[in-house]
């Protein structure tokens, strides 16, 4: 969330980013006609309450002179002025309620550096890594080759519980669980993380922390009790809400989390789109990257979080890029993006199989992260980051597609064949 004080003094300059990032002004004229019915309120208040003041005083003394029927007039001034001052506070309140409701839907400010652009298309590349393999044979995507080796069964995953659902069998759910390992392994044992199992499933006040509440409830699925749960769209909600509401020593920070969860998704709006197989589901798993750091060095944290997940695709043997958000394409939290996308076979194309931002204090201020600086100064909010380590279903998916060979059946990365029980080949 956007600081209130800092939007209501920069307000051009807020309109103009936003416009960057296509977000009407409507909200933000909104909100500054609201903060000038809160000022006025309170300019008015300040007016009335000095004359209630002054009433009040002249009640006193009009008794002690004995003239009865003139204090007796003057409190209904007094009473007068009272409801004068009651309607000004409810004003004052609703305009200031209202500022912060709007302040909850306004995304985050793109850092100076975030290219403009009007959407992902003008996303620009920044480096690549590998080559993209060569096949003297038709490839099959993963569909085709997860079936034909029968370890992939959609159609009774659909029976079960419908579509965009899928049930991994045998080698294939072996070689699923050998990734969230491997991937746990190299993010905790090489690159500092300290692994975390969180819950898989959140209350409201959580999942408005990191900002998927209130503007995206309709991509949650939320249980159908009284509670006001929710099943985690993402390990990033509940891992950076860890420490809400508390006040942490900048001495400890960075904090560096990596995370195993299931993540569940609606999935609104992307009918049709990239829906064959399982790169775009209702229930997938992921690796996810949490940072928790100060405010001067999350841009740097950002860079190191990128090639912390780009490290498992480099040991895997993975053609990708990476390419930089602009700022129509960045998420609702985010001031800064990278997509990291690996090569696939069947798209001919790259693809996403992972998103690495940093939020700067936008989810802090919301769920109220904070740290203090040593000799006791004044507590300030962090800044957190987050981003795949990587999708472990899309990785799945990459493995299949890019290590298959003609006679249909999947060469095993050498990295991952220590979590396969020394496995170097998945076939029929």
Not at 177 to 185: E, G, P, Q, S, T
Request: some cysteine; glycine content about 6%; overall charge negative.
């Amino acid at each position: 969330m956007l600081d209130l004080n800092y939007v209501r003094e920069n307000l051009n300059e807020v309109i103009e980013a936003l416009r960057n990032r296509n977000f009407p002004e409507d909200l933000l004229l909104d909100f500054d006609r609201a903060d000038k019915e809160r000022r006025a309120a309170i300019q008015s208040s300040d007016g009335y309450n000095a004359d209630l003041n002054k009433a009040s005083r002249e009640v006193g003394e009009l008794i002690k002179q004995g003239k009865n029927d003139e204090a007796i007039q003057r409190r209904r001034d007094v009473k007068a002025l009272k409801e004068h001052v009651a309607r000004l506070n409810h004003e004052r309140d609703a305009a200031e309620a209202r500022m912060k409701e709007i302040l909850q839907q306004l995304p985050n400010i793109p850092h100076e550096s975030v290219p403009v652009g009007k959407d992902e298309s003008a996303n620009v590349e920044i480096r690549r890594w590998g080559t993209k393999p060569e096949f003297d044979f038709e490839p099959k995507d993963h569909v085709d080759l997860g079936t034909s080796l029968g370890i992939l069964d959609l159609e009774r995953a659909t029976k079960i519980a419908g579509a965009r659902f899928a049930i991994l069998n045998g080698v294939g759910a072996r070689l699923s669980r050998a990734l969230v390992n491997f991937m746990l392994d190299v993010q905790t044992r090489e690159n500092g993380y300290k692994e975390t199992l969180p819950p898989f499933i959140v209350n409201a006040k959580t999942l408005f922390g990191t900002a998927q509440l209130p503007k995206f409830e309709e991509d949650l699925f939320k249980l159908t009790d009284n509670r006001n749960l929710y099943l985690i769209p993402t390990g990033e909600v509940p891992v950076t809400n860890y420490h809400a509401e508390e006040i942490l020593d900048a001495s400890a920070l960075p904090l560096k989390f990596a995370a195993y969860s299931p993540c569940f998704r609606s999935e609104a709006g992307s009918h049709g789109r990239d829906t064959r197989g399982i790169f775009r589901q209702h229930q997938f798993e992921k690796v996810e990257l949490v940072k928790v750091t100060l405010s001067e060095k999350s841009y740097d944290e950002l860079e190191s979080m990128t090639r912390d997940a780009e490290s498992i695709l480099q040991k895997l043997g993975l053609h990708y890029r990476v390419v930089e958000h602009v700022t129509s394409d960045l998420g609702f939290s985010a001031a800064k993006s990278y997509d990291i996308e690996v090569w696939l076979p069947s798209f001919n194309a790259f693809k996403e199989i992972s998103s690495v931002s940093n939020c700067t204090d936008f989810q802090a201020r919301r769920a109220n992260v904070r740290f203090r600086r040593a000799g006791g100064s004044k507590p300030e909010f962090v800044h957190t980051l987050n981003g795949s380590g990587l999708a472990v279903g899309r990785t799945w998916i990459a493995v299949l597609e890019n290590y298959q060979q003609a006679d249909g059946s999947v060469i095993i990365p050498e990295v991952l064949r220590p979590f396969m029980r020394g496995l170097e080949r998945i076939g029929k």
